[in-house]
């Protein structure tokens, strides 16, 4: 019954076969990957023009210098994983790259990096989408937090469906952001150019406050450089691409790249022509925008909705990325085998769920306050770009194919610029939450050595050399020991007696009493059975049964032969009544997880089904 | 290490024969039972004041007349549970009382009234205690529901440490609150006829609002009630006495009446006396007692102290009488089994902790607000007092003892009054709260009936007739069918196959491969094993292993001959790492308790430790 519910919630089981077409061609890789990326493009004129304001009317000359050298920025990163996806059509991104490249750690803070950036994804982009949401109703504020959660409980089903399935339900929303931005920024610049419209600015231009400088510049850029976060998707998921997956994922990186650089570069020039001011809990810049252009017309609310909308999708971008990560990461042991399987319905359900509790987590910890958890936000995915083209200059030099030392040179300006952009933002945002991150972030590291050291131990632990394989004994004959713990004599011990004699000739019943009388009444019985079976039965004077069960066997155990195998029999009655087993001590369930994390013993369930109960 | 610091901290294990020297004798046993009822005594009189001071100064007037009705039932109440007491010296109270003479139901009834106000007994006087504490120390009050919680959670571990310490630990804190009571009255008593100082009122007595009706004599009395809660703890603890437990049960009983008529009487007389007023939310009548009588002295702050630490010590009573009525309603089959077992330190550990986890979660709730709680509290206790009573009145028409007709005159009486009590509380008191007691006690007696047919019915399924014993064939020989489930070749699975061949012939190892490659590579390099044993491999085009794993498993079984046996041995490898088992998937386990609960096979697992880790 709850498989079936399951099913319907999540859809149908897929076959390992249908994989393929559960692939993304380009206009879904688009929707699905642009999501965050332009979502965080759309704030990022405003978050410059909130450093620059303090010089006063000159911040709009500074603003276009800032915007080109991030769109200068955007065209490096855009070459550089450009020449991943190539390089790598088997997916990875920066921690692939710089794990090949650089080393094991090298990669794994570039992995970590990432890690921390999709969680702040679903965590940021969930908490700022239900934010728009909750302040268009009054009174839902108290609410908030449960709302964030639920919005992240709903992506999480829809990414259990699949992948398909939830590309085709992101679409919609994502391209008429795209669509209604570009629209919005076309027809903004053809009202000012050619029909002359020149509105009054809403809200007057503040006076300079303070003088230009190169560390405002400076603060302002690492501000803007919010708005690149999103762009290395594409190269994780090379493989979730439709063949020819690599150049369908060169398509959607070249066509992300240039969306990015219209809508960003379009906000900013608009931000200009239109003198938007950025005002503290007032309407945004893209809304200051809007209004200039459109009035308060129907187009106004089409771009403050679908920006809303768009903030939801975005977490989306995550529930892509973080999974393959893991996935790519679990394939390397350095996280859980867990997220190596994929479920019935082809989708990482390991991934999605952990990715979705502790989102949660951090959405109630934080109590779902974006402006706490946005600084945590960039450090990390700049810390894998930078990792990411270090990475790639040691594989140009490595390979040295045709054209290696151009392509060596444009990684290594790019890992100069994210470096230095990196530093930038640690030392600007460091104590608004970047140190954070600068502690997980060897946390992480450490977690995923420990579990790689674990794999490899077991792995060498348990295999078996193809020459020994033959020399194994598989003639041998053991003797067995067989001690069957009973309580008292029901069907269900008598059967697990009767199933013992059929193994061994050497069967013990163990009884332990915490009572003298059902001792006396269990020998009194026993001594009608026509058997040879030995009853070794025990009192203990404290009323634990479980510890003297186990020293028993164990002293049994012990006395074993080397060719003597010693197995315990545990009868359990199974009731098919609903919750009967909670009315019943689970002594079967503590004596077999004892004995085999602590003993060579091997142990048996003897299942007896109440027999009126079984009909059903 | 974990049992280690379990036994520092809940004190060492107690063998059963220590089981008497754990037994209260007279002062300890009136410690434990008196601070439940005295507790409640000392808040009786400001109780019928807060609702009888609408007649103005003619208030006092029929406070004593209120005073006289509740003394009236006490006495009733105390010859009718020293009768209890005499005619049930393996203790059960009401509930025993009930079930015995008048039939299950009524017994349910009384038992689960009992199991209402035990639990509200801890969550309501932990809460109280709290306010007490918490309001002398501001800032404190957004800390409370976790304060309360954590009082709880002393409480239960002290109650864990075994019955003697605990008495130890309670005893003082209630000696003091009686004695310094006690002196206080009778100091206030001194001071007032002998002395003649008769000091203003603090407060004036409002003028009268109301006519006397007999309907505000009523809802006095319903109010003073709750003064007599407690009073049936020791009757239902009678076995944990020392010997001469029934008398030292009935002396412990008298002591504990007197000591309700002194502190309840003595306290309403000293009200009237020294007019205290009831104020909502000012001082209490007590502490305007206290300070008419000792001024601010050192005397006025260990009378406040002590009825706080009280409060706290209140509870205490539950944790003693809850876990003996679950014993004996266990015993019975009535409540889940688990609260039968004695702990280590002879406690009963499953109804300490049942009762904390549930009171904890009333706490959380409600927010620790007595207020809400407490008009849930009397309606329980009533009720169990009145089928206790009828019950004793069937006791007696049964037994015909020498003057069973007096005492049966007086238990009838008794059971009358507490019946119209009941009725008046319920009335009262209904939609203050009294509603929800009334919708979960049937629920409750539902789940009871439900418990006790799951065992009857357990029971009878697995008993074997002493004659069918001899019957029994213990010279079956079973054929054994044996399958190991396998995903490779490795140490562990070869160690179970090596065990399955010398349980018998007939071995198949059973592979489930999601991975073509992984199963070609099984198949090659199975081929270089020197074994009979017949390999089936499958490939699985969903990515589930244990579904395709399970039915190929039932169909091996269903094509079982009668005395055929099916044994299913999961390879297991045990890592001795700290978390190295999160790390894995737990197929064996899923595997084998789906076998168990749907089939009659008997599912073994064979341990293999990790080489590298076992050393350790």
């Known amino acids: 019954m709850p498989k079936k519910f399951l099913d319907v919630l999540l859809g149908e089981p897929l076959a390992n076969e249908q994989g393929s077409s559960e692939k993304y061609n380009v206009p879904f890789g688009l929707a699905i990957m642009a999501s965050d990326a332009i979502s965080s493009v759309a704030y990022g004129a405003q978050e410059i023009l909130f450093v620059l304001i303090v010089l006063g009317a000159s911040a709009y000359k500074w603003l276009t210098l800032t915007s080109f050298m991030i769109i200068g920025l955007l065209v490096i990163l855009t070459i550089s994983y450009v020449q991943i996806i190539r390089a790598y059509p088997q997916g990875g991104g920066s921690y692939k790259v710089a794990k090949e490249n650089i080393g094991d750690k090298a990669g794994l803070s570039a992995g ?3 890690i921390i950036s999709y969680i702040l994804t679903v965590a940021v982009s969930a908490s ?3 934010d728009a949401i909750v302040s268009a109703f009054n009174g839902l504020t108290q609410y908030r937090v449960i709302f964030v959660v639920s919005i992240i409980i709903v992506l999480m089903i829809l990414n259990l469906r699949g992948i398909r399935d939830s590309s085709k339900i992101f679409a919609i929303p994502t391209y008429i952001f795209i669509f209604s931005m570009l629209f919005m920024i076309l027809y903004g610049l053809f009202k000012y150019f050619i029909l002359n419209i020149h509105p009054q600015p809403i809200y007057a231009v503040p006076e300079a406050t303070e003088d230009l400088s190169i560390f405002l510049i400076l603060k302002a850029f690492s501000s803007g450089c919010s708005a690149l976060t999103g762009v290395e998707a594409v190269s994780n998921s090379v493989p979730n691409f439709k063949e020819p997956g690599q150049r369908n994922a060169k398509t959607v990186m070249i066509l992300l790249a240039i969306l990015i650089l219209c ?15 950025p005002i503290t809990n007032g309407p945004t810049v893209i809304s200051q925008i809007a209004s200039a252009i459109f009035g308060s017309g129907v187009m106004y609310y089409v771009i ?3 920006t809303a909308v768009i903030l939801l999708m975005a977490c989306n971008t995550a ?35 952990a990715l979705s509790l502790i989102a949660c987590l951090l959405v109630i910890i934080f109590k779902a306050d974006t402006h706490r958890l946005i600084p945590l936000y960039a450090v990390g995915v700049f ?21 290696w030392r151009k392509r060596a040179v444009i990684n290594g300006f790019g890992a100069f610029v ?14 608004d939450g970047a140190f954070i991150v600068a502690i997980l972030i060897p946390m992480i590291i450490y977690l995923q050595l420990k579990i790689k050291s674990h794999y490899s131990k077991v792995a060498e632990g348990l295999s078996v050399s193809n020459i020994k394989l033959e020399k194994v004994n598989f003639k041998i004959k053991y003797t067995h020991i067989v001690i069957v713990p009973i309580a008292s004599l029901t069907k269900a011990t008598i059967g697990a007696l009767q199933y013992a004699q059929s193994m061994s000739d050497n069967v013990i019943a163990l009884n332990i009493s915490t009572d003298k009388e059902a001792m006396e009444k269990l020998k009194k019985r026993w001594s009608k059975l026509d058997t040879d079976i030995l009853l070794v039965a025990r009192y203990s004077p404290y009323r634990t049964v479980v510890n003297p069960l186990l020293r028993s066997i164990e002293l049994i155990a012990n006395s074993a032969g080397e060719n003597e195998k010693v197995t315990v029999i545990v009868p359990q009655f199974v009731t ?12 079967g369930f503590l004596i077999r997880e004892t004995l085999l994390r602590n003993n060579n013993i091997i142990v048996c369930t003897f299942p007896y089904h109440l027999p009126n109960d079984y009909q059903k």
Do not use: C
């Open 383 to 403: 810390i894998s770009f930078t990792l990411g083209q270090f990475g790639m200059v040691n594989h140009w030099r490595r390979v040295k194919e045709k054209g």
């Open 128 to 130: 700022a989408g239900a």
């Open 112 to 114: 970590s990096g990432l």
């Open 263 to 277: 809508i960003f570069g379009g906000t900013s020039v608009l931000a200009i022509f239109y003198t938007a001011v």
């Open 576 to 587: 098919h009544e609903k919750f009967g087993n909670v009315l019943h001590n689970h002594t």
């Open 319 to 353: 529930y892509t990325g973080f999974p393959m990560l893991m996935y790519i990461m679990g394939k390397d042991g350095f996280a859980p085998r867990q997220f190596t399987i994929r479920g019935k319905r082809l989708s990482f359900s390991f991934g999605i769920g």
């Open 418 to 431: 994210t470096l230095f952009t990196t530093v930038i933002i640690l030392v600007e945002k460091f104590s």
């Open 304 to 306: 403050q909705f679908s």
